[in-house]
């Protein structure tokens, strides 16, 4: 088994979907957390500026989802077949597509919370109604088990919920799926573990 070392800042944001994967395969790695302090130093040192980073048999691995997917390669996480692998990675990137609108990094406040809540209250409902269609009755996004999909609907639904805690008041079925993978014992023991972060 080789040696990870998982970098980035002390908050669950685009590394939350690497610890869960360990968690889940049960899979030993050191969770390196920096302080904001020492990101000027760090950033020049990597190999896109960005991190999460994955550092594994001296490479240095970047992209949160890219991480994740070789991670789950060749496990049922990612998918069981081919074509249901392009599904959980098309629900992935769904889910992706819309975290990334938010500017997190935007530093004048006004606007900040002018988008965040544009982004909340015109453009969630819209996704929310197409991921609820997608799930229907299934117990999972995709067949009949968990894939990381359904982790990163968790945890990107976790960060949705801290911005707008009635965000799911509609949607009893995408609610229920969250409380499925909070309540596999890998995942509750990993939640109850980690450090308790806003985002």
């Known amino acids: 088994m080789p040696n990870y070392k998982l970098l980035y800042f002390n908050m ?23 302080e904001q302090a020492d990101w000027p130093k760090i950033k020049p040192t990597l190999p896109f500026g960005k991190i999460p980073v994955l550092e594994v048999e001296g490479l240095t691995l970047h992209q949160s ?18 074509l249901e692998q392009c599904q959980v990675d098309a629900v992935v990137d769904t889910l ?17 919370e002018r988008m965040f809540n544009d982004l909340l209250t015109r453009q969630a409902p819209h996704l929310l109604k197409d991921l609820d269609t997608y799930l229907g009755d299934k117990e ?9 999909a359904d982790f990163y609907w968790d945890i990107c639904s976790t960060t949705l919920l801290v911005l707008k805690p ?3 008041g509609i949607y009893p079925r995408l609610a229920s799926l969250r409380n499925k993978v909070q309540a596999i014992p890998a995942i509750s023991a990993w939640i109850l573990k980690r450090p308790q972060t806003k985002l």
Do not use: C, Q
């Open 96 to 112: 992706d597509d819309f975290m990334s609108l938010f500017p997190w990094a935007e530093e004048n406040h006004d606007l900040k």
């Open 12 to 34: 669950r944001g685009r590394a939350e979907i690497i610890r869960y994967i360990f968690a889940y395969l049960d899979i030993k790695y050191e969770d390196h957390r920096i």
């Open 166 to 168: 009635d965000l799911l």
């Open 65 to 82: 989802l890219a991480i994740a997917r070789y991670l789950t390669k060749n496990t049922d996480l990612a998918g069981k077949t081919e």
């Open 140 to 148: 999972w996004f995709i067949g009949n088990y968990v894939t990381w």
